[in-house]
């Protein structure tokens, strides 16, 4: 098993900046990657970015692409997501995930979540 936290979420206006943050514990060593998902109200989970444990995958949503940025540090067990340019949009709960193989990686099959971080975007 794998825990996942997340933490930095806020309300911010549209314009800002937000980083969050997601600290993982438990059987870390199984995991191939994380990666950081979205849910507005009425809408369904979409994927915002992932990132392989080595770095050598990432990938951005198009709408991601350009104002946001995953990274991670391996030694913290720790993956963050820097997000600029906020939009209210961007408003939703940002959900934090690790997955144990690479085809579950490429394929956005994650096996763990963490609870989740609203974050509010005002206009």
């Known amino acids: 098993q794998v825990q996942l936290v997340e933490s930095g979420g806020g309300l911010v206006q549209a314009g800002d900046s937000l980083r969050l943050s997601c600290l993982a514990s438990?059987?870390?060593?199984?995991?191939?990657?994380m990666g950081w998902f979205r849910q507005s109200p009425g809408k369904e989970r979409e994927v915002v970015a992932t990132?392989?444990?080595?770095?050598?995958?990432?990938y951005y949503a198009d709408f991601a692409k350009g104002r946001f940025s995953i990274s991670g540090d391996n030694g913290k067990n720790t993956v963050y997501l820097q997000m600029n340019s906020l939009k209210p949009d961007d408003t939703a709960v940002y959900y934090c995930?690790?997955?144990?193989?690479?085809?579950?990686?490429?394929?956005?099959?994650?096996?763990?979540w963490g609870q989740g971080t609203q974050v509010t975007v005002s206009s």
């Open positions: 995930a690790a997955t144990e193989g690479v085809a579950k990686f490429l394929t956005f099959a994650f096996d763990y």
């Open positions: 438990g059987r870390t060593f199984s995991s191939y990657g």
């Open positions: 990132i392989s444990w080595y770095g050598d995958h990432t």
